[in-house]
């Protein structure tokens, strides 16, 4: 019988590529590839390069109060150094506590990664994380005297020195101290313009004199100090710009030093994310007409020729592209996220023909439903929007009312609290749509017609294109007999169903229901 180490080695690698090479999140899911690797000595050969790519040093949870500099450090360093696969590594993550200290940093350094005795000159990618749970631990912000800044700066330049070949840096300065963010500023300011991937979920102040000037990949949360740097940032070499908590008073000016009237060119931007700080202050007539003219000049200044993703969340009335004419030549995907208000602004935005429409109304109140149809039926009626239009509304309040849509472009709905019959209504008057997820189905009432189970062949009324339907839970003072009635039907409706998911309380009956009746009804074998 033919074994899996007869095929031919370059075929066996990339099985064995597919099944480990996916980037683990965390020490244990590292550890969670190590079996295979214990298989054969072939085996091991092909997949260590495959595994020990990755290194990881965490902080694992210690049950006392308080933590010093010296409390204990798992990492798979030494099982690297042992293996003789250092020059294998790629990528360093790092987990840090709350109130990060230059000792931590140190005692990594020197210690764990043993910077001063071992050469990990492969590595390009650094990323720190910080362990939630010590949030709760006794804070102890240490003294910002001029020995600590002093501390700082010698063990952030001692860090990015030994680790030489970062090019990719991920700085998670959310919720730390000032005192770690200090630490974390210093570290992106010493690799300064050698990277070409810079993210960071949370403020860091870069000396413009430190900005990378061939960055690839940006992310960064703006702060009047952020908003100082954006001139430095070159667009020509962007690839992918997403900035959080955007102030209500950015524009993109800030991309261009005043003294220069020239036009700002994102010539390979393929993705756009912008996220706004909460606020949706009305603007007033003279406000609004002078967004109309900074809007003029924003679309004889800005160019955007290669951008396929825009994604928008929080969207206030002063965005500036909102006003402007901009082309989208290459435009492929939207995403529009937050209020009812917020998407309604995005109504304003000018683009055409693109492929995938995503749109997530966050917490409607019962009130706004006027508004969520007026603005949903504009975007999924639209001729130029594609066939792969995604609408979510989340929270309680909302009410789907089938006789106010016209969302004949949606492929893919998820919605709060429905009931059945709605859901049979609305599902006939969506021919496009694919997929459909309900968090709380309402049912109420039981099924009238009982010959829909001794029909020779299924109800095909609604539904012909629906492939996957997930009901995540039923509501309260529904009876179970009737929401396995509902779901029968349901499958007896959808001939083009493939994937049923149903809450573990109706499962079992469900799978039972199917394999009693697959042979009357050959679609339900899908």
């Given at each position: ?9 370059n ?14 999140k965390?020490?244990s ?7 295979l ?11 260590l390069?495959?595994?020990f ?8 949870k ?8 010296h ?16 020059l ?11 109130d ?16 001063d005795?071992v ?19 006794p ?15 010698r063990?952030?330049r001692?860090?990015?020195?030994n ?12 919720d ?6 200090f630490l ?33 990949v940006l992310e960064?949360e ?8 954006l001139?430095?940032i ?6 992918v ?8 008073n950015f524009?993109?000016h800030?991309?261009?030093?005043d ?27 003279g ?8 809007g ?14 825009l994604?928008?969340r ?5 965005c ?14 939207v995403?529009?996220?937050g209020?009812?208000s ?10 055409t ?8 109304i966050?917490s ?6 006027p ?7 504009h ?18 309040k ?17 919605l ?44 095909l009324?609604?539904?012909e ?30 001939g083009a ?5 149903v809450?573990?309380?109706v ?12 042979d ?7």
């Open positions: 019988m033919a074994h899996i180490n007869d095929l031919d080695k075929v066996l690698a990339q099985i064995l590529y597919k099944a480990v090479a996916a980037p683990a965390n020490l899911e590292w550890k969670a590839k190590l079996p690797l214990a298989v054969c000595r072939k085996w091991t050969e092909l997949a390069s495959f595994v790519y990755q290194v990881f040093v965490e902080l694992p210690l049950p006392g109060p308080s933590l010093d500099a409390f204990l450090w798992t990492s798979n360093v030494e099982l690297l150094i042992s293996r003789g696969c250092v294998r590594a790629l990528c360093l993550t790092i987990q840090l506590p709350y990060v200290t230059p000792d931590h940093i140190r005692i990594i350094a020197l210690e764990i990664l043993k910077l005795r050469d990990w000159q492969h590595i390009n990618s650094l990323a720190f994380t910080f362990a939630t749970w010590t949030l709760y631990l804070d102890k912000p240490g003294p910002q005297d001029d020995k600590t800044v002093t501390d700082v700066a063990t952030a001692y860090f990015a020195q680790l030489r070949n970062v090019v990719d840096l991920d700085l998670c300065s959310l730390i101290t000032s005192a770690g963010r974390y500023s210093n570290i992106a300011s010493f690799y300064g313009e050698r990277l070409q991937i810079l993210r960071s979920q949370g403020y860091i102040t870069l000396p413009i004199s430190c900005i990378p000037r061939n960055i690839r960064l703006l702060d009047s100090s952020a908003v100082r740097i001139p430095s070159c667009g020509e070499t962007l690839k710009l997403k900035l959080s908590k955007v102030p209500r524009a993109w800030h991309f261009r030093y003294i220069f009237d020239l036009p700002i060119v994102f010539r390979q931007l393929t993705a756009l994310h912008l996220s706004y700080e909460d606020n949706d202050m009305p603007l007033t007539e406000e609004v007409q002078d967004k109309i003219a900074s003029a000049r924003c679309c004889d200044q800005l160019y955007f020729p290669a951008l396929r993703e994604a928008i929080n969207c206030t009335p002063d500036d592209l909102l006003y402007a004419d901009i082309p989208f030549p290459e435009l492929k995907k995403v529009l996220s209020s009812i917020s998407i309604r602004h995005c109504s304003r935005l000018r683009f023909n693109i492929g995938d429409l995503e749109v997530d966050i409607p109140y019962s009130d706004e439903a508004e969520i149809y007026n603005v949903t039926n975007f999924f009626s639209n001729i130029h929007i594609g066939r792969a239009a995604f609408l979510c509304v989340s929270g309680d909302f009410i789907l009312d089938p006789d106010e849509m016209r969302w004949v472009n949606i492929s893919k709905l998820e709060p609290n429905v009931e059945y019959t709605t859901v049979c209504k609305a599902i006939g008057q969506l021919p496009n749509l694919c997929e459909l997820a309900i968090h709380r189905l309402a049912t109420n009432s039981p099924i009238e017609d009982s010959s829909l189970f001794t029909s020779a062949d299924p109800m009324a609604w539904g294109k629906l492939v996957l339907f997930h009901v995540r839970n039923f509501s309260d003072d529904s009876p179970l007999a009737v929401c396995i009635d509902d779901i029968q039907a349901l499958l007896l409706h959808a169903l493939k994937k049923l998911a809450p573990e309380s499962h079992r009956l469900v799978v039972a229901f199917i394999d009693m009746y697959k009357r009804y050959p679609h339900l074998a899908n």
